[in-house]
């Protein structure tokens, strides 16, 4: 018997749990497919994106899907649909030919009921691959669809979501120099970049969340010329009293330091100074270091036309001749690695770091940077993250190195960091509980494979979709 020549109505259930009767659900004359409302109405339709790893041994759980359908004619005891999985933008991304066996079936003038294998959606090939999903996983976007084929006839197209609304974030990516004109930190950054998206995209697909692609916004710089201030250094204190000196632009400058200033009080008379002298300083006061009791203060230096000044020593006085407040003139050296910061000074970052930010900072809070340098330094970090904590230097920032990179599919930098940032939570899963390595914010788990750290649960999707939207317009996440 041709099936192509029978109509057939389908929908998706989850499980055996929530099975719909089917006398209730017969309705032999409607012609057009339908999705029907489970009694789980919020699993119902549309479809969403597994949050867990494969189950040992597979079994149908809340996080897979069955097909059914029902056929007015015919006696097979068994046949198979085709399950196409569509991206957002109509591309075929995978394909499951499922075999559906015929199940009891009550309705009235229909022939046969058929009933699928489970299966889960998956968020790429390393779920799919693994051999407890073998044949019961597709692999699926937020913001595609499934499309279910009996033959050439279909029955079913059902909407993909993620655990909240389609949302997007746009980042910004800055590739940086080793040395002024060298080598790039990152070799074909455009395509290492556009993996590294991908694979964000698909964690954070599981939430609804996208991110954009590099070719828009990839942009490669020289590593900054000095063009700040520091004023306190990295161990601000009060003054004793002494001069400060140094060169802006070619021009020395003095600046009286009273004895008992702060270092916010100094930098506003270095403020002064650089004013009269024609410059336009901005003053950026930075959170205190942990076990300080004053902060240091930055002046990021422009001429009125709005170019970064050029900031050096000057060549016959010391920076500061105070005794306790020290000036500096920050610089970054890429080819020895970047000097990264620890706990204590996590709120304010390394001076070099902070110039560094500084130099690409488009002061718009909608937006993410991620900046990728050749190495930090030290062996321990690859990546790093500054988020929009109230009283941070720096806000939604990530720094990411070379070897971050080739971690790749084990550690999932990228979308860890960005993770820091969307959840606006600089801590990890595994701080307040259980080490779970599945999780992606784990603190420390590197582990290629459907096991590794590539999970999100459905409540840091939902605190992403409450942080990214909290003041309207300043969003990290816009609707998609
Ligand atoms: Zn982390």
């Known amino acids: 018997m041709p099936r192509a020549s029978h109509k057939a109505a389908a929908w998706l259930v989850l499980t055996s749990l929530f099975l719909p009767s089917f006398p209730a659900l017969a309705q032999p004359e409607a012609e057009a497919p339908q999705v029907v409302q489970t009694r789980d109405s919020a699993r119902a339709s549309p479809v969403q994106l597994a949050h867990t790893p494969p189950p040992s041994p597979f079994r149908e759980d809340l996080e897979s899907y069955r097909i059914e359908?029902?056929?007015?004619a015919g006696s097979a005891q068994a046949e198979s649909v085709t399950i196409e999985s569509h991206s957002p933008t109509g591309e075929t991304l995978d394909v499951l030919r499922a075999v559906t066996s015929?199940?009891?079936c009550a309705a009235e003038g229909v022939a046969?009921?058929?009933v699928s294998e489970p299966f889960r959606l998956v968020i790429d090939a390393v779920d799919k691959q693994h051999p407890l999903l073998e044949g019961h996983a597709l692999i699926a976007r937020a913001g595609g669809r499934l499309r279910v084929l009996r033959g050439e006839q279909e029955l079913l197209t059902v909407p993909v979501a993620g655990g909240g609304p389609l949302a997007q974030a746009d980042l910004r990516l800055h590739v940086f120099r080793v040395t002024e004109g060298g080598a790039l930190?990152?070799?074909?950054?455009?395509?290492?970049?556009?993996?590294?998206?991908?694979?964000a995209n698909a964690i954070w697909g599981a939430c609804g969340i996208s991110f954009d692609q590099p070719e828009k916004r990839l942009t490669v710089h020289d590593p900054p010329a000095p063009f700040m201030l520091s004023v306190g250094c990295e161990l601000p204190a009060p003054a004793l009293g002494g001069t400060f000196s140094f060169r802006v632009d070619g021009r020395e400058l003095s600046v009286p330091v009273a004895p008992g200033s702060s270092p916010r009080s100094a930098a506003r008379w270095v403020a002064a100074a650089l004013t009269k002298a024609?410059?336009?300083?901005?003053?950026?006061?930075?959170?205190?270091?942990?076990?300080?009791s004053l902060g240091s203060t930055d002046l990021v230096v422009r001429t009125k036309q709005?170019?970064?000044a050029k900031l050096s020593a000057a060549p016959t006085h010391p920076l500061s001749s105070d005794p306790a407040l020290s000036l500096c003139v920050p610089e970054v050296d890429l080819s020895n690695g970047l000097r990264h910061f620890n706990d204590a000074d996590s709120l304010v970052?390394?001076?070099?770091?902070?110039?560094?930010?500084?130099s690409v900072e488009d002061g718009d809070p909608t937006t993410i940077e991620v900046l990728v340098i050749p190495a930090f330094r030290g062996e321990a970090r690859i990546g790093e993250s500054f988020i929009g904590l109230e009283h941070g230097a720096i806000r939604n920032v990530l720094i990411q190195d070379r070897a971050a990179f080739r971690v790749g599919n084990a550690s999932f930098t990228l979308a860890h960091e960005l993770g820091h940032i969307l959840l606006d939570q600089p801590g990890h899963t595994d701080d307040f509980g259980l080490d779970t390595p599945t999780f992606l914010m784990d603190a420390d788990a590197v582990l290629a494979g459907a096991f590794g750290p590539r999970r999100l649960t459905p409540q840091e999707c939902e605190r992403a979709?409450?942080?990214?939207?909290?003041?309207?317009?300043?969003?990290?996440l816009r609707a998609r």
């Open 306 to 308: 709005g170019k970064l």
């Open 185 to 199: 930190s990152l070799m074909q950054p455009a395509s290492v970049l556009g993996r590294e998206i991908d694979r």
């Open 102 to 104: 015929s199940a009891a």
């Open 349 to 358: 970052g390394t001076m070099e770091e902070r110039l560094l930010v500084r």
């Open 112 to 114: 046969s009921c058929f």
């Open 278 to 292: 024609g410059f336009v300083p901005s003053l950026i006061d930075n959170p205190r270091p942990q076990g300080m």
């Open 465 to 476: 979709h409450q942080q990214g939207r909290a003041t309207e317009g300043s969003g990290l």
């Open 69 to 72: 359908y029902r056929v007015r």
